[in-house]
Each structure stands twice: as structure tokens, then as C-alpha cells.
């Protein structure tokens, strides 16, 4: 279906099939390998033709949920790569699109930055031995981000968690993830 309210050649025109529409709202389905190819591409556009220091993501990987329920159980029967959970699934086409960034900035400009502006919350104690002593939502389990390992990986520069909590608050106090993610940066 054509979106009248973009010019025609308009890349969700063009490759609708790439997008799902998702609380009001048309965005790229990063299970689709060619859309993470694209976004690379876009990126990689940057980093080679402008003079830039950095590459920088907000916390936006997979849409914050709502009532409704992600459509994209056909890619992920289409392009599940053996994955059995849609969830690991999702996450694993989050990692798979950070690693990707992360390889073409370093191969073209080693000395471009890239990170991350995550979630403040990875996940809870309660959900993963490894997880903050928080109770909120994660950006591990509802938005798909696995921050920790790209950390780990190396595949971040840097990571700039959004701890926007204050202090002593019950369900995610800054100082509590201020510290996990202090212990979680891996050097």
C-alpha cells in the first residue's frame, strides 16, 4: 500500500515489505536481513563521507511495547535462522545489527566511535541471575537489546546507559544501576 503521506519514492514506497506498522507508527523490521543491511549502509554512508568522531544509537531497537502484538511472525518463520524463541530471535537481530555497525565502522574508521544509549535497566535479578536489583521494565526482555554483550563483545565503544531514576526509587534507583552498570562495563 502506498503511504501518499511521503513522496512516492519514499524508501517505505518502495520497500514496504521491509517495515511493520506498530502503534501508529511504520517501522523497519530488523529481522528482515536487507533492512539491517540497509541501515549499515546508511550509517556506513556517514562514517565514509563526513568527517565525524562518532556514531551514536538512542535506545530504540525493537518499539516499546503496547497492547498490541508485534507483526512479525512471518519473518521470523521466513528468517529465523534456527533460532526456537521469537524473543532470542529478536534479540539476536538487534546483536546482529550492532556487530555488523560495529565491523564496518572499525574496518573503514577505527578511529570513529560508536555506542549506545540503552534502556537504563538491561534486565532484573528476578528474570536473570546476571541483572540489576531493579523490578521495572528491561531493555533486554521488552526491547530486544542485549547492551550487556555488546559491552562484553567490545562491539560498543562506549555504552551511555539512560538511568533518568531517582535516587532510592523502589523499582530502579539510580545509584543501584548506576553501580551494575559500572561492574557490567567490562573495562
Known sequence: MVNNNVSA??????????FFSYSGKKLFN???????????SV???????????????????YPYPDKNVLPDLQTFKNHG??????????????????KHIADSINSAKPYVKFGV???????????????????????????YADARLWVKEGWVDYINPQIYFPFNYRAAAFEKL????SDNSFG
Open 9 to 18: 519514492d519514499h524508501i517505505t514506497n518502495r520497500k514496504a515489505d521491509w
Open 30 to 40: 530488523p529481522g528482515r536481513p536487507e533492512v539491517r543491511e540497509y541501515i549499515t
Open 43 to 61: 550509517i556506513m554512508d556517514v562514517v565514509r563521507n563526513y568527517d565525524v568522531d562518532g556514531i551514536h544509537f538512542d535506545d530504540y531497537f
Open 81 to 98: 535462522r534456527g533460532i526456537s524463541s521469537i524473543e532470542d530471535w529478536r534479540r539476536d537481530n538487534v546483536n546482529l545489527l550492532i
Open 117 to 143: 544509549s540503552p534502556f537504563g535497566i538491561w534486565e532484573n535479578k528476578a528474570q536473570h541471575p546476571e541483572g540489576s536489583e531493579t523490578s521495572g521494565f528491561s531493555g533486554y526482555r521488552q526491547l
Open 178 to 181: 548506576l553501580d551494575w552498570w
